[in-house]
């Protein structure tokens, strides 16, 4: 049987018009294959959508005065926080029982941490701090990716 056989049992459900997964079974192959690669992109994607919020070189978050976010949006970004830290646990699950992905699980739980931060932001509305924390997620993400997926993918 062969790896990719074997290596997935997962629920997958839709959600911004892109496949995430949740619930996975499976250890290196399926975080590195699916998960990871998915998360670059949903990351990207945030970012974009919070592209206006970015720090100019040279100035930092508390110097900008911008407006919170309305209630409807700092609700979607919310939902969306919540969906990312169960798909960083469901990872940190499928890698637990796998003493090769040891060194990813460092950088998974401070994505983990990252996330509800980002929660936090959101849940003030703001924007600012929002994006500075995705750019943090994304920098754990890549430093778990690195960690456990060279010879996985």
């Known amino acids: 049987m062969g790896s990719r056989t074997r290596a997935i049992v997962c629920l997958v459900w839709v959600s911004a018009g892109g ?3 949740a619930g996975c079974k499976g250890g290196p192959e399926a975080v590195c294959g699916r998960e990871l690669p998915s998360w670059r992109a949903e990351l990207a994607a945030a970012q974009g959508q919070l592209q206006g919020f970015s ?3 040279g100035r ?3 110097s900008l005065r911008r407006d919170p976010l309305p209630e409807p949006e700092r609700e979607i970004w919310r939902d969306w926080a919540e969906d990312r830290l169960e798909q960083v646990q469901d990872a940190m699950d499928a890698l637990k029982s796998h003493p090769e992905a040891e060194a990813a ?3 998974l ?3 983990a941490d990252e996330v509800v931060a980002f929660f936090g ?5 703001d924007g600012v701090r929002m994006r500075l924390s995705l750019d943090r997620l994304e920098t754990a993400v890549g430093l ?4 456990v997926c060279s010879g996985a993918e």
């Open 121 to 125: 932001f959101a849940a003030k509305g």
């Open 55 to 57: 720090v100019p070189e």
């Open 60 to 62: 930092s978050p508390a």
């Open 109 to 111: 739980s401070r994505a």
């Open 19 to 21: 496949a995430l997964l």
């Open 105 to 107: 699980r460092p950088h």
């Open 144 to 147: 778990a990716s690195r960690s």
